[in-house]
């Protein structure tokens, strides 16, 4: 032969007298001909084959922060890629979510539920007392004064807690052994608590016994802190 054949694209050759070329490694390429080396696929891109022409980009879904690489790594669940060739993952906003690795997105969470930190994998139930009428909610709101709700409400109810107070007077005056009975309780959420001062304290007992005479303002509080109003026994 009076003259050497250049080394097609993929190929290069690096030494004098080369009876062949050699084939691009994988992770690495090379678009010319003629040339002593490859290129290493930059971050975002990748080679799986050997003598690549050119490198490929990273499905949405999947990053690749490192050059040279044969493959992309799968977004972790609470971050997420939604375009070709990144070279890193975004974590999921506020209110938002994903508990699957190589997402393209993020979902934002039901209402009644709320995620108030990024990259996150799970949404939370909106505790007792609180509410999200929407969904991307990044915190729940309170029902008030005079409201209730279960967990994971998107709305609050009024509380309407009713009760039935019947008193046994004292035997004779002085003897110290009258007693309030509370039942028929309605309209609220057990475990209820009952009180006889108005408030002041509550017990979980429904019977009040070794009460002298006088007037008692009885209430009853249920689970979720309704407080019905206050009834006179006397």
């Known amino acids: 032969q009076t003259s050497c054949a250049a080394c097609p694209p993929g190929k ?3 030494v004098e007298g080369s009876a062949a070329c050699l084939n691009c490694a994988a992770g690495s390429y ?3 001909s003629g040339q002593t080396s490859c290129t ?3 971050p975002g891109k990748y080679s799986d084959v050997t003598g690549a022409t050119e490198c490929q ?3 949405a879904g999947s990053y690749q922060d490192q050059s ?3 493959s992309c790594t799968a977004c972790a669940a609470g971050y997420f890629s939604n375009t070709t060739g ?3 993952c975004t974590a999921c906003a506020a209110g938002t979510y994903n508990n699957t690795t190589g997402s393209t997105t993020c979902q934002s969470c039901a209402a009644g539920y709320f995620s108030n930190t990024t990259a996150s994998t799970s949404c939370t139930a909106c505790a007792a007392n609180t509410y999200n009428p929407g969904t991307g909610a990044s915190e729940c709101q309170s029902c008030g004064s005079g409201f209730y709700s279960p967990p994971a409400s998107i709305a609050c109810s009024v509380c ?3 009760f039935t107070a019947t008193p046994t007077p004292e035997s004779c005056a002085g003897a110290m052994n009258g ?4 039942t028929n309780v309605t309209g609220g959420m057990a475990p209820f608590q009952y009180s006889i001062n108005n408030g002041v304290n509550y017990s979980g007992t429904a019977t009040f016994s070794g009460l002298a005479a006088g007037m008692y303002n009885v209430r009853v509080k249920d689970d979720y802190n309704c407080e019905s109003a206050a009834t006179m026994v006397t």
């Open 160 to 162: 309407n807690v009713t």
């Open 57 to 59: 980009n990273c499905a």
């Open 30 to 32: 090379q678009n010319l």
């Open 179 to 182: 007693a309030i009975a509370i």
């Open 40 to 42: 290493a696929c930059p």
């Open 12 to 14: 290069y050759s690096n």
């Open 86 to 88: 990144a070279i890193s």
């Open 68 to 70: 040279g690489q044969t």
